[in-house]
């Protein structure tokens, strides 16, 4: 066990190296000069030189990815080219909403989902089971950010019971005000959310349900509760986690967009904004966190799901899964 | 051609089946609606003679923009956007991941661990964020849009090819196919493709579905195609500040991206009951 988890934090750690270079490669390769995005148009030679220099695009490549990859162990992610403002701490301000607004809705969801995809698979032949199932089919493929516009047009506009864009002044000072704020964006994630993980719920207990374990346990006498207790929920568990793990990153995603919807000062409306201004260090940092945060979620999910079900723990990783 | 004469005599006795039968009239309306905005459409995409955000009458069935433009026209315009995305996204994400996952599994050995690593990174990342990361990079454009929703899809299809070609190369009969002395290329082209398809196309049709979803969050975001632009999502931005005034602005184009998508969904349920029997009634 222990063994296989080295393994795995060292391909943890090979992962975000990967990723470091790309998103590095990819920036600094691709947009041609980050010059660019300090000065005007119109710039003379000398002040494009003396851009290229604050931002140390004259020297080699190599030159530049040992100067930021030392600058980031550091923790030091640059400064913004356009507010002058220290990157980590933007980053961190803007987390205080996003990591909320997505965890919040991520726990709603997948409660919700874990209910309505159960009773959605026992009663997949009734009315109640089609009207769920047919529901969750609707959710994953409604635009998360329409959702949000629908239910701000309606609960905001039309009728004012809820802010329809922004967060309060003095962001968590005022507990209250914040919750509310983050009212409509937390449905509207769970709204999306719960539906695609309803369908994996609700797939995943068919399958249990159709098993021959079950039916053996039932055959010897137990009730269908103590079947699906002692043997369904342990099976059932184990795809269901890897799933969570994947729809945890999508809800991180969906919030990123959904902030943009209701304008809240996250990550999301830090990036679409750093994106639009060719904000290099800002979109850097905030792509590297969002990265770092994606490869722990799996790497969590999979800590988990060994820990539940015991034959993972010994299968490797070139065999066929 | 067996197995395309079998898929043929199911779906005969596949007619019945509503979730197909519904999928493919979403989509066929919406492919038809787009083939239209080619030769016609109600008014010409710069005609700003109508009035100001405009109910539905008459003469604007669906009404007008903050510009007076049609916005009937306007949605069939974006159809065609949706289709480009839609078949654009999936072809790259099927030639990339046919090519990476059949490479990875004809050549077991390090080839094989290292692309099945990099896939399973992949797919944990949610679209949208490798398709951001590749527009921060590339610029907002439309081809931007669709090249970064085909790269992060083709790491689904390259992990789907993997795993089916090997499990399709350990059967014993291309196992005896082998031995006989039939090169790769015939096994490839004789045993694996057509085993490969049926599952592929399933896929491609959901692809299909979440490439719409995810360029239409982009052009909401701007950071799709830059104006004057007809995307679903880029008519939902614009549409977003007039809510009150003009709903129909705000609802039709997301009925437009639901009934694509939610075709396409159904399509790609409808399929795998076709293929695989033992899936009926459990979609």
Request: with cysteine; glycine share 8%.
């Amino acid at each position: 066990m222990s063994r296989d988890l080295l393994r795995r934090l060292l391909f943890l750690v090979v992962s975000l190296f990967v990723a470091v270079i790309i998103i590095f490669l990819l920036l600094r390769l691709l947009p041609g000069d980050p010059a660019n995005a300090l000065l005007s148009i119109n710039a003379s030679p000398e002040q494009i030189a003396a851009a290229r220099h604050q931002v140390g695009a004259d020297k080699s490549v190599m030159a530049q990815f040992i100067t930021w990859m030392s600058a980031l162990l550091h923790l030091d992610f640059g400064k913004s080219y356009i507010s002058g403002l220290s990157v980590l701490p933007s980053i961190g301000s803007a987390l205080l909403i996003t990591l909320p607004l997505t965890l919040i809705s991520f726990v709603i969801a997948a409660v919700l989902s874990v209910v309505a995809g159960f009773l959605a698979a026992y009663y997949a032949r009734r009315w109640f089971g089609i009207v769920l199932s047919g529901f969750s089919q609707l959710g994953i493929a409604v635009p998360v950010f329409w959702v949000g516009l629908i239910l701000v047009w309606i609960f905001a506009l039309r009728y004012n019971w809820f802010p329809s864009s922004g967060f309060p002044e003095n962001g968590w000072g005022d507990p209250a005000g914040a919750l509310w704020s983050l009212a409509l964006p937390i449905t509207t994630i769970v709204i999306v959310m719960s539906s695609s993980m309803t369908r994996y719920v609700k797939s995943v207990t068919t399958d249990v349900l159709g098993s021959d374990y079950i039916r053996t346990s039932r055959a010897l006498g137990s009730s269908f509760r103590e079947a699906f207790f002692r043997h369904g929920l342990r099976n059932a568990s184990v795809p269901f986690i890897s799933v969570l793990g994947i729809e945890l990153a999508s809800t991180l995603l969906g919030a990123v967009v959904v902030e943009s919807v209701f304008s809240l000062p996250g990550l999301g409306s830090m990036l679409v904004k750093a994106i639009a201004q060719h904000d290099y260090p800002n979109i850097q940092g905030i792509l590297l966190v969002t990265t770092f945060l994606v490869l722990v979620i799996g790497f969590i999910a999979d800590t988990v799901q060994r820990i539940i079900d015991p034959r993972l723990r010994i299968t490797s990783s070139s065999g066929i899964k | 051609m067996s197995t395309a004469k079998a898929a043929r005599a199911r779906l005969s006795t596949f007619h019945g089946s509503p979730t197909f039968a519904i999928g493919i009239f979403f989509t066929s309306f919406i492919f038809i609606v787009a083939l239209v905005s080619l030769i016609w459409s109600p008014y010409k995409l710069d005609d700003t003679t109508g009035n100001r955000l405009e109910g539905p009458n008459a003469t604007h069935l669906l009404g007008t923009d903050t510009l007076g433009r049609d916005l009937l026209s306007q949605l069939m315009v974006g159809a065609r956007i949706a289709m480009k995305v839609g078949f654009g996204a999936t072809g790259i994400a099927l030639i990339i991941g046919c090519f990476l996952g059949l490479l990875a599994a004809f050549f077991p050995g390090w080839i094989d661990d290292t692309l099945a690593s990099i896939f399973d990174t992949l797919i944990a990342f949610p679209t949208l964020l490798l398709a951001m990361l590749i527009i921060a990079a590339e610029g907002a454009s439309l081809w931007a849009a669709i090249l970064a929703i085909g790269i992060a899809a083709s790491a689904i299809v390259s992990r789907i090819v993997r795993i089916l070609t090997k499990r399709i190369l350990a059967q014993q009969y291309v196992v005896a196919a082998k031995t006989c002395g039939t090169s790769r290329w015939e096994i490839l082209r004789g045993h694996v493709l057509p085993n490969l398809w049926p599952t592929l196309i399933v896929n491609l049709a959901i692809i299909y579905g979440v490439a719409v979803l995810t360029e239409a969050g982009l052009s909401y975001l701007g950071l799709g195609a830059p104006p004057p632009s007809y995307s679903w999502g880029r008519l939902l931005r614009e549409a977003q500040s007039t809510v009150l005034t003009a709903p129909l602005g705000a609802i039709a184009p997301g009925i437009a991206i639901i009934l694509l998508v939610l075709g396409m969904n159904f399509v790609a349920d409808g399929l795998r009951e076709l293929f695989d029997p033992t899936q009926r009634g459990n979609s």
